[in-house]
């Protein structure tokens, strides 16, 4: 089992930028593939962004390709999104998630969720 707790979400300007993080539990983090969801109100949960075990591959949605890093600390059992460049269509709850086996673009395929964090970017 993996707990997730994440942070660093907040109020930022169109163009500003934002780290969050995703702390996990345990001892086994670097087992599990990484993925970063989004959720706006009366929307459904959004693939966001995706690495893999040991950070040799990750996948961005084509809305924050370029503007979004996703990356990831096993030593600190730790994940992280970068985001630059944030546009109010940004705005969203975000969550990390961890897998078994391989990454996958699938909100549900995903075993652990943390609670959530929101970013909200003004205009």
């Known amino acids: 089992q993996v707990q997730l707790v994440e942070s660093g979400g907040g109020l930022v300007q169109a163009g500003g930028s934002l780290k969050l993080s995703c702390a996990a539990s345990?001892?086994?983090?670097?087992?599990?593939?990484m993925g970063w969801f989004r959720q706006a109100p009366g929307k459904e949960r959004e693939f966001v962004a995706t690495?893999?075990?040991?950070?040799?591959?990750?996948s961005y949605a084509d809305s924050v390709k370029g503007r979004f890093t996703i990356s990831r600390d096993n030593a600190k059992n730790t994940v992280y999104l970068q985001m630059n460049s944030l546009k109010p269509e940004d705005t969203a709850v975000y969550y990390c998630?961890?897998?078994?086996?391989?990454?996958?673009?699938?909100?549900?395929?995903?075993?652990?969720w943390g609670q959530g964090t929101q970013v909200t970017v003004s205009s």
């Open positions: 998630a961890a897998k078994l086996f391989s990454p996958s673009f699938t909100a549900n395929s995903y075993d652990f």
């Open positions: 690495i893999t075990q040991n950070s040799a591959s990750t």
């Open positions: 345990g001892r086994i983090f670097s087992l599990y593939a």
